[in-house]
């Protein structure tokens, strides 16, 4: 059974700083990868994924990802960081293993950017 | 483009009450649409999926209920609400594919007292 692992809850970073959010999952199929963004009482914003092809994936906001898959990692990263990327990210996972699939959520890492 | 729409944005309800909350999707026709819950602190809950008119599949057991009366509407209710149905409520569309990407709307926080 698939599921998706967040391996910090909260990241605390300097403005201008790189970061980095893991992200890792388990499965024995193919998957597609996702990260999403949430700003404080706000839906979802799809930053980026992974479906095919290339496995470094440019996202908004100058976000990126890598996919890797003999460590089953998705790690998050961005070179600096501002104020505003202050929120919540969510990695996720949907496994093609045919049939209904469903979209698997980490528990998310919350990342505060200080001035 | 598609946009997607939940209302209300914030509703504060008492304990036994019931509950009626609406998505809705444009720009679209025949998306996949679900109910997630996100407790405080806590990751997203798949409740209810749909890919059509009147099909609902239900992820968890509970006092909740969804129907989907016309092709790019979700309705999420309960005839009495429970403490432990606050939490902020998202709806999300995707294409008819489950593989598909799925795009989410702007929430709704409920609080049950």
């Known amino acids: 059974a698939q599921s998706v692992t967040q391996l910090d809850s909260q990241v605390p970073v300097f403005e201008e700083a790189p970061v980095e959010l893991r992200c890792n999952y388990s499965?024995?199929?193919?998957?597609?990868l996702f990260w999403y963004v949430q700003y404080p009482n706000q839906g979802l914003q799809l930053l980026l994924k992974?479906?095919?092809?290339?496995?470094l994936v440019k996202g908004i906001n100058g976000f990126e990802a890598e996919f890797n898959k003999s460590q089953t990692s998705f790690h998050l990263r961005k070179p600096s960081v501002h104020i505003s990327d202050t929120a919540e990210y969510f990695c996720?996972?949907?496994?093609?293993?045919?049939?209904?699939?469903?979209?698997?959520f980490g528990a998310g890492t919350r990342l505060a950017v200080h001035p | 483009s598609q946009t997607i729409h939940q209302w209300p944005a914030t509703l504060v309800q008492p304990v036994g009450s019931p509950l009626s909350l609406e998505c809705t999707v444009e720009g679209t026709s025949n998306p996949n649409l679900y109910w997630y819950r996100q407790a405080a602190g806590r990751g997203l809950q798949l409740l209810f999926y749909?890919?059509?008119?009147?099909?609902i599949s239900s992820e968890v057991p509970q006092n909740l209920s969804a129907s989907r009366p016309q092709d790019r509407q979700f309705i999420l209710s309960s005839k009495k609400l429970l403490l432990s149905d606050s939490g902020f409520y998202l709806c999300?569309?995707?294409?008819?594919?489950?593989?598909?990407?799925?795009?989410f709307g702007p929430g709704t926080r409920l609080t049950v007292l």
């Open positions: 996720a996972v949907i496994e093609l293993s045919g049939g209904y699939n469903k979209l698997i």
């Open positions: 499965s024995s199929v193919s998957v597609y």
């Open positions: 992974y479906l095919s092809g290339s496995t």
């Open positions: 999300a569309w995707s294409g008819d594919y489950s593989t598909d990407t799925q795009y």
């Open positions: 749909s890919v059509g008119i009147g099909q």
